[in-house]
């Protein structure tokens, strides 16, 4: 874990900025000041990258900690040294406050800066690697507690989720691979496993959650790696969860030899006798339908948690990490992530730019954003011209004006409608050299055939398209011609133009 966790740092150091487009204490139309993470500084390590780097160095120094710690604690209990043990609870409760100290700067950037794809990567592998120290630690703890008492049976021991690398809106029957989610036995310094059952997985719910909105997992039982104590679950969902929020849950039967004990048994359970322990909560839903309303659940669940606001870049970096998800990129190989320029158009468009977003305001934004997001996902090739950067996506018509400024008849970009919500607009230069707005109709892109590229190499008002990327960390457009570019988002079938109230009739004539 811990090489896996230098290597994303490297990593991370040779990358350009993702987000890369402006500081957003620069003016922005009702935004409130606010702080960037990558591309903030013009030389080194972003603000929250050099504090994840900190965090990184204690955590390697915490683990060189561990290993002494265990064999220490070994010595100690072959002596039967008591003052010696009391001092190892006192150094276990200092490790203990050390790794609560760093997990709190690790979520504290999340709270203050907005992140990059690879600085939340960064934020995910910390998290769960810090998880895993505070684990062992607490069964260190319990150890030596369990030295001075004789009587103490429980296995020492734990399962920790150590990856949980999938879509929180998963289709039904859908199977995980074999790394996307994984579980590790912890066990104590002076403890050894003699036998262990198959680790089994079941679902749960979640907060109010009943009994018959649960569905069954299948090949949930895989047995635990006996050099790692890895257990990998590629697990398959044959039944939806009726837009319930469930976690996983996992458990083992164990016989350890312990405190010079053998035979000492017992059941271990992912998360204790924690009620909401398991997996992040998810969702199985039953068909493409059903995506909105889960991810706006598991959304406002990953956002808000119990509280009923929550700071902007907070709510930003949860955006940004969903939003990813949902156009099928990961964290640390994300092609289009979420702009500055579009989490700046968002801040201001629909939270009058401040500093607290509330669950209300969430609500009202959700009925327009989660609709681009299923077109996102769901509408045939659209994704891959999103990640492309030939839909421009999150702009005013103002800001689609400023960014066909000086083109000739015929460009055009592609953007989200404001007031028409689950609708690209195109807004193309005009042969009479004005600006157009043209509101794509479901007639216009009828049918699973029928693609929005279909529709625009049809449409002969337009023939350049302004492509879009980030340079040097500011957006820019390169007039592209629609036949070439657009070629592999077609089905080669010709699109129909139909009536529409409030655009352009027509982008044909």
Known sequence: ???????????????????????????????????????????????????????????????????????????????????????????????????????????????????????????????????????????????????????????????????????????????????????????????RVEHATAVRCSMHGHEGTTAAALSMVENEQHELDAESMLACFPVRFPQGTRKAAVRLRFEVDLELSQLGRSGVRGRVESGGTDPLGGTDPLMVMTNQKQWKDCEKKLFRCDAFGSSSSISWCRFANTLQRRAIA???????????????????YIHASFFNGGAAITESQFEHFWEWYGWTMQ????????????????????????????????????????????????????????????????????TDTAGAKITLADFLQEAANVTHVNHFEVVEMQPVFTRLPKRSVLEPFCSKVVCEPAANSGYEESLCC
């Open 375 to 442: 077109m996102l996902r769901y509408q045939r090739f659209v994704c891959e011209m999103w990640t492309g950067g030939f839909v421009y996506g999150y702009m005013s018509k103002e800001d689609a004006a400023a960014a066909l400024n000086g083109q000739p008849p015929g460009t055009f970009v592609v953007r989200f409608s404001e007031g028409f919500a689950g609708h690209f607009a195109v807004a193309y230069i005009h042969h009479d050299g004005a600006i157009h707005h043209y509101l794509v109709k479901s």
């Open 326 to 344: 949902a156009t099928r990129q990961g964290l640390e190989h994300t092609q289009r992530p979420l702009s500055s320029y579009d989490l700046a």
């Open 1 to 191: 874990m811990l090489d896996n966790l230098e290597a994303i740092f490297e990593m991370g150091e040779l990358m350009a900025p993702p987000l890369g487009a402006h500081h957003l204490l620069e003016p922005v139309a009702g935004g409130a000041d606010q702080e960037v993470g990558a591309g903030a500084a013009a030389h080194g390590p972003s603000p929250p990258m050099a504090a994840l780097h900190a965090v990184l160095s204690s955590l390697s120094e915490q683990w060189e900690k561990l290993e002494q710690h265990a064999r220490n604690m070994r010595c100690v209990f072959d002596a039967g040294d008591e003052e010696r043990r009391a001092a190892l609870v006192e150094e276990t409760r200092e490790m203990l406050r050390t790794v609560e100290h760093e997990q709190h700067v690790v979520e504290e950037q999340g709270e203050t800066f907005l992140l990059s794809p690879y600085e939340l990567y960064a934020v995910e592998q910390l998290r769960a690697a810090l998880h895993v120290q505070h684990t062992q630690l607490e069964i260190y703890l319990a150890e030596l507690t369990a030295m001075g008492q004789p009587e103490a049976c429980e296995p020492l021991a734990a399962l920790v989720i150590v990856q949980q690398a999938f879509e929180r809106v998963l289709s039904k029957g859908k199977q995980l691979e074999g790394d996307q989610l994984m579980v590790r036995l912890l066990v104590g310094a002076t403890a």
